[in-house]
């Protein structure tokens, strides 16, 4: 089976982004780890990446046409502001992970809102790289 990893803007510079907040580890390598665990769990990563928000309505509407078995989705900042991932994740059949390397909650109040959140089957957030590969724990078990 196939999991989707969509990333939203900006996670493209993770590695030199705020490390402080993000980690120094980059997307690629974050790529590297989920793709290790998920041949241990005889699973596929299709891992993406788009600053626009449209790639990710377009991604989660793929990831059902495809038969995914799920969407792991760090949406950045879209997270707060989209009601069109929102919609689009409450109109597919494929569950929908949210996660997140920072814990939004105990940042900016304008992180505390989650429109992805509230469409998705769960969320994982605070752990850094880690979160990703929680996500994938959880996927494995569905
Ligand atoms: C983020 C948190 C968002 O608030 C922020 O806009 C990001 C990254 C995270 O992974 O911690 O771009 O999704």
New binding site residues.
């Given amino acids: 089976a196939t999991i989707f990893v969509l990333n939203g ?3 493209n510079l993770l590695g030199t982004r705020e490390p402080e907040i ?1 980690g120094d580890e980059t997307l690629d390598d974050i790529a590297g780890q989920l793709e290790d665990r998920a041949r241990e769990l005889d699973l596929t990563i299709d891992m993406r990446q788009s600053n626009h928000e449209g790639h990710l309505v377009d991604w989660i509407q793929e990831a059902q046409a495809r038969g995914a078995k799920a969407v792991i989705l ?4 879209f ?2 502001t989209s009601v069109a991932v929102h919609d689009a994740i409450k109109g597919v059949k494929t569950p929908v992970i949210e996660v ?3 814990n ?1 909650h105990a ?1 900016e109040s304008f ?1 505390h809102v989650s429109l992805v959140g509230q469409a998705a089957k769960g969320t994982i ?1 605070g752990f850094g790289a880690l979160s990703y590969l929680l996500a994938l724990e959880a996927v494995a078990r569905f």
């Avoid at 760090?74 to 900042?77: K, M, Q, V, Y």
């Fill in positions: 803007p900006n996670l993000y760090n949406a950045g900042a997270t707060h997140h390397l920072s939004p940042r992180r957030a």
